[in-house]
């Protein structure tokens, strides 16, 4: 099964961008359904984006405009760019993956849930101040 680990958090202004990474490994990443999840202090981990592997992603509203999510199969690597940081935007952000080509949030256009998902990435800080 796949193994996840994401880098690329830090710290960055108000109005900043960041991008942050997770490489897969033990498994393409092609097969699988994957997400960004987050968990802002004092609340549950929540979903911020999905992407399906035909392509499709869906998005929760407060992101909605400002992250991207992406990937490259070649490098087996998940991508969320991080535009017009907000200081709410502040979390640790993980990886997650699930053994389904078609993710369930992209096929109803809504942000991913985290029982969806059964292989999870050890999570990264973004601090936006």
């Known amino acids: 099964h796949v193994q996840l680990v994401e880098s690329g958090g830090g710290s960055v202004q108000t109005g900043g961008s960041l991008r942050l990474s997770c490489v897969a490994s033990?498994?393409?990443?092609?097969?699988?359904?994957m997400g960004w999840f987050r968990q802002i202090p004092g609340k549950e981990r929540e979903g911020v984006a999905a992407?399906?592997?035909?392509?499709?992603?869906s998005y929760a509203d407060p992101v909605k405009g400002r992250f991207t999510i992406s990937k490259d199969d070649d490098k087996n690597t998940l991508y969320l760019e991080m535009n017009s940081l907000k200081d709410e935007d502040t979390g640790t952000y993980y990886c997650?993956?699930?053994?389904?080509?078609?993710?369930?949030?992209?096929?109803?256009?809504?942000?991913?849930?985290?029982?969806?998902?059964?292989?999870w990435g050890q999570g990264t800080q973004v601090t936006v101040s």
């Open positions: 033990g498994d393409t990443i092609g097969r699988y359904c």
């Open positions: 997650a993956a699930e053994r389904r080509m078609t993710c369930i949030a992209t096929s109803v256009s809504a942000p991913p849930v985290e029982a969806d998902f059964g292989y």
């Open positions: 992407r399906s592997d035909d392509g499709s992603t």
